[in-house]
């Protein structure tokens, strides 16, 4: 693997709850802001289609007056991700288990934390994942599974990328 995509997961992290836009956001507006934040990643996108599929299906809460605030972004920002590799119907679940135990704030912060533990782990940059959080849980562990599928796909993609790249 190329240093610079080590150096990309390096510098990649996504921002945490409170520092999310809470103004209200449009639907066109709020998939760019998710699409940016997953752009170093290299391929992780979603469309506006796919966000009013996701409301219609009970994923995410309805927007309030066509407009996505901290706590639909943080869902829609876990849900982007995990899809690549979790069936949609299990990250409802994944969702209503976690919101029994913890607030969005916290359940966000914690998803973030883990997705750049487990991708400095498969980029290379630790020799060793950290343990994040306080409490030990099945699902705890099955979304430290999902990130770290992701992270598989993420490092392929880059591999792929690369390879493509010194042929031209």
């Known amino acids: 693997m190329q240093r610079s995509m080590a150096e990309t997961m390096q510098a990649f992290s996504l ?3 409170e520092q999310l836009p809470d103004m ?3 639907l066109e ?7 940016q934040l997953f752009a170093p990643l290299g391929c992780v996108e979603i469309t506006g289609s796919m966000v009013r599929n996701y409301v219609k299906m009970g994923l995410i809460e309805n927007p309030v007056k066509k407009q996505y605030y901290a706590q639909h972004i943080a869902y829609i920002t876990a849900l982007t991700l995990l899809k690549q590799v979790v069936q949609l119907e299990q990250v409802d679940i994944l969702f209503s288990r976690q919101k029994k135990v913890y ?3 916290t359940a966000y912060d914690y998803f973030c934390m883990e997705l750049e533990n487990v991708l400095h782990y498969r ?3 630790k020799d060793a994942m950290d343990d994040i959080g306080e ?3 099945i699902e705890k562990e099955m979304l430290r ?3 770290t599928a992701v992270s598989h796909v993420i490092f392929l993609n880059a591999c792929f990328k690369q390879l493509s790249d010194s042929e031209e």
């Open 135 to 137: 409490t030990n849980s």
């Open 15 to 17: 921002p945490r709850y």
């Open 24 to 26: 209200g956001l449009y």
């Open 103 to 105: 607030d969005t704030r």
């Open 123 to 125: 980029f290379g940059l």
């Open 145 to 147: 599974s999902a990130i």
């Open 29 to 35: 507006q709020t998939v760019k802001f998710v699409n």
